[in-house]
């Protein structure tokens, strides 16, 4: 292996080459390249056995090549510079199901790049996001969801798992994504150690999409990029002990509307799960009314529903979301060194838990269709550790969202600033709240105290 200028050469006449897999991203595996490889191709070239280039096999052979392969069986899907044409994806169009595992020591491998020497592949540069796939069942932001989409393009099934996934260029997908994890006929089904890396998008419905008995164990997912996103980047129903880091999502203010609304990364079930160093941008969803005006608007960077546990987010940064920057249910939420900058809430915390706000940056909250915006908006319990706060007129710094079966929402403020301008507010309420000030700058003055909620409102 071969690591130059941001490009990974792998050749098969070296003896063996090392790539990341498994659930820790240092973790290092051998694949045997003499008798592992299979080159593929758009239409294939040759005798088709893809032993090399030249005998390329066509890209709808790989189901039935990968269901036959062995532990450390890789498959390089090569663009071709004399056939330029990116993979067709589409309704009528070839889909890839990997349903064979390989293990944690020698994963399957799966890479897409580009075609250089006869047996060798280059994947792209961390800045080519021209497409090597492409939706040819045409989509706009008016109809998504309206007519039948594109149906995924790879499909993991039948609990294949231990596979490594990288240097995908697509576009155009659909809301059903261009990877999918299924459960086929079974109610349920599992997938462990699955790595996605160097994965690049733009104009996508999703990337990674889930059916809702797939449950995700040890899965990493690097380095990637994606711009003008609809619905999300990824979607998991039941997702644990895994890592997200080092993605850069912007949605591009992609407007799908209220029946399409956009979660840049969504969570619905799962436990130990860390997001680290994602920049979430511009994911706006409007809700026009009957009468032509303007309803809820959502879209949201990081979201974690009720069935959630033990998340942690670190060094995230979201800037202009319609709805929340980090919209969670979970019970047990970190947030660490990450910000948000003109999103309606940066946070919004619902469970009444050991919930950590620290060390962050929550800037210039917006008021969006008369919902009023504050930095951090809790339902339960929050502790906020030097943390800075900064509200423009209008909006809150914090807010206290008390839930019909719930308790008094309680936030915990130790140390950190709070700047408000002359029209800005510290504190706002839908009924009760209790609010802890230990030694926080407000506007450059040092409170402590135990203050309740009159009126809604606390300045």
């Given amino acids: 292996m071969l690591l130059a200028a941001g490009l990974l050469k792998i050749s098969a006449r070296h003896a063996a080459a090392s790539v990341a897999s498994g ?11 003499a008798k592992s490889f299979r080159y593929v191709t758009r239409k294939g070239a040759g005798s088709h056995d893809g032993q090399d280039w030249r005998n390329a096999m066509p890209v709808n052979w790989v189901s039935k090549a990968q269901a036959a392969a062995a532990p450390g069986a890789a498959f390089l899907i090569g663009s071709e510079p004399v056939d330029p044409h990116p993979i067709e994806l589409g309704r009528k169009k070839p889909q890839i199901f990997l349903r064979t595992s390989g293990t944690k020591e020698t994963p399957i491998i799966v890479l897409a790049g580009d075609i250089a020497g006869n047996d060798s592949l280059m994947l792209p540069a961390p800045d080519d996001a021209a497409p090597r796939f492409r939706n040819v069942d045409p989509w706009s932001v008016e109809t998504f969801g309206k007519s039948k ?4 393009f790879l499909g993991i099934e039948r609990d294949a798992s231990h596979i490594f996934l990288a240097g995908f260029r697509m576009a155009g997908t659909s809301g059903d994504g261009f990877f999918k994890f299924r459960h086929g006929k079974a109610k349920s089904a599992s997938f462990d150690g699955i790595t996605f890396a160097d994965i690049a998008g733009t104009d996508i419905g999703r990337v990674i999409e889930t059916d809702q008995g797939a449950k995700l164990s040890n899965i990493v997912i690097r380095d990637c990029r994606a711009f003008g996103i609809v619905r999300g980047f990824a979607r998991f129903h039941h997702l644990a002990q895994s890592v997200l880091r080092d993605l850069d999502l912007d949605a591009n203010g992609l407007d799908g509307g209220a029946k399409n609304v956009c979660q840049l990364i969504a969570v619905d079930k799962g436990t130990d799960i860390l997001f680290e160093n994602i920049t979430l941008r511009n994911a706006v969803s409007t809700k026009t009314l009957a009468g032509g005006g303007e309803g809820y608007t959502q879209g949201d960077g990081i979201v974690c529903e009720s069935g959630t546990r033990n ?21 047990g939420v970190k947030i660490e060194k990450s910000s948000s ?5 940066g946070a919004r915390i619902w469970s009444k838990a050991e919930n950590l706000i620290r060390d962050c940056t929550f800037r210039q909250p917006v008021t969006r269709a008369g919902t009023e915006g504050c930095c951090i908006q809790v339902s ?25 079966r719930g308790d008094t929402p309680v936030i915990r403020m130790h140390g950190g600033a709070i700047e ?20 926080v700058a407000v506007n450059g003055e040092t409170r402590s105290g135990s203050h309740h909620l009159e009126n809604n409102i606390l300045r």
């Fill in 341 to 345: 900058e003109h999103c309606k809430f």
């Fill in 23 to 33: 659930f820790s991203p240092d973790s290092q595996v051998q694949i045997d390249a």
């Fill in 311 to 331: 998340v942690t987010i670190r060094n995230c940064h979201a800037s202009n979301m319609g709805d929340a920057a980090f919209d969670l249910k979970t019970s």
């Fill in 149 to 152: 989409g594109a149906p995924f």
């Fill in 420 to 439: 408000l301008s002359a029209d800005g507010g510290l504190a706002r309420g839908n009924a009760t709240g209790i609010l802890e000030l230990h030694d």
């Fill in 380 to 404: 339960g319990l929050c502790d906020i550790v030097n943390t800075t706060l900064q509200v423009g007129d209008g909006t809150f710094a914090l807010g206290f969202n008390k839930l019909k």
